[in-house]
Antibody, heavy 125, light 110 residues
Framework: QVQLQESGPGLVKPSETLSLTCTVS??????????WAWLRQPPGKGLEWIGN???????SYNPSLKSRVTMSVDTSNNQFSLRLRSLTVADTAVYFC?????????????????WGPGTLVTVSS | QSALTQPASVSGSPGQSVTISCTGT?????????VSWYQQHPGKAPKLMIY???KRPSGVSSRFSGSKSGNTASLTISGLQAEDEADYYC??????????FGGGTKLTVL
């Protein structure tokens, strides 16, 4: 059974950097068919896509966050990570990691078929 | 890219059908059949309900169906049940390895 689990601090200060990790169990993160994503949801608001790590090693980020985001993959620990810099209170949200199904050459997929339970991150001094 | 447009809320009685629309542009929904729909109950992670506009994942009830016409995608839920009450989000590929979500629709089962 494939599972994803987010981990990281629940409280960070404005202007600091948020670091979150998603641990994947039940499948190798190094997999031709799967890619890995971060999304977030501010309290009482909708979902926002943050970015993806692709099996090729490429990344893509939401243009509105691109200047502050870095995502990476750690195949040795079957984990992938998110770093979000220069935090403000507007970054307070539940952060989800998810698996992206995407076949770029065939133009198929682009959906998130598996999600972690989410972790609440509050930005406050 | 701009968020896709969904109605803030829809409602229906048990047994009825409801349709939730998701409107984009010819740069996103209009250009790709890569629209997905997610159901989210309070305090829970989203769950994939429809992918590639009209395909249903294994394990999702056949009461859920999706369609697309032009720049608008739709999710239809037939035979409404109390457990269908949730928030629903659409998502579309917009090219260049980018994606965008709709603002979400709250479904109330009366």
């Amino acid at each position: 059974q494939v599972q994803l689990q987010e981990s990281g601090p629940g409280l960070v200060k404005p202007s600091e950097t948020l670091s979150l990790t998603c641990t994947v169990s039940g499948v190798s993160i190094y997999n031709t068919y799967y890619h890995w994503a971060w999304l977030r949801q501010p309290p009482g608001k909708g979902l926002e896509w943050i970015g993806n790590n692709y099996e090729t090693g490429d990344t893509s980020y939401n243009p509105s966050l691109k200047s502050r985001v870095t995502m990476s993959v750690d195949t040795s620990n079957n984990q992938f990570s998110l770093r979000l810099r220069s935090l403000t209170v507007a970054d307070t949200a539940v952060y989800f990691c998810a698996r992206l199904w995407w076949r770029q050459r065939l133009g198929q997929g682009w959906f998130f078929d598996l999600w972690g339970p989410g972790t609440l991150v509050t930005v406050s001094s | 890219q701009s968020a896709l447009t969904q109605p803030a809320s829809v409602s229906g009685s048990p047994g009825q059908s409801v349709t939730i629309s998701c409107t984009g542009t010819d740069r996103d929904i209009g250009s790709y059949d890569l629209v997905s729909w997610y159901q989210q109950h309070p305090g829970k992670a989203p769950k994939l309900m429809i992918y590639e506009a009209d395909k249903r994942p294994s394990g999702v009830s056949s009461r859920f169906s999706g369609s697309k016409s032009g720049n608008t995608a739709s999710l239809t839920i037939s035979g409404l049940q109390a457990e269908d009450e949730a928030d629903y989000y659409c998502c579309s590929y917009v090219g260049s390895l980018l994606g965008v979500f709709g603002g979400g629709t709250k479904l109330t089962v009366l």
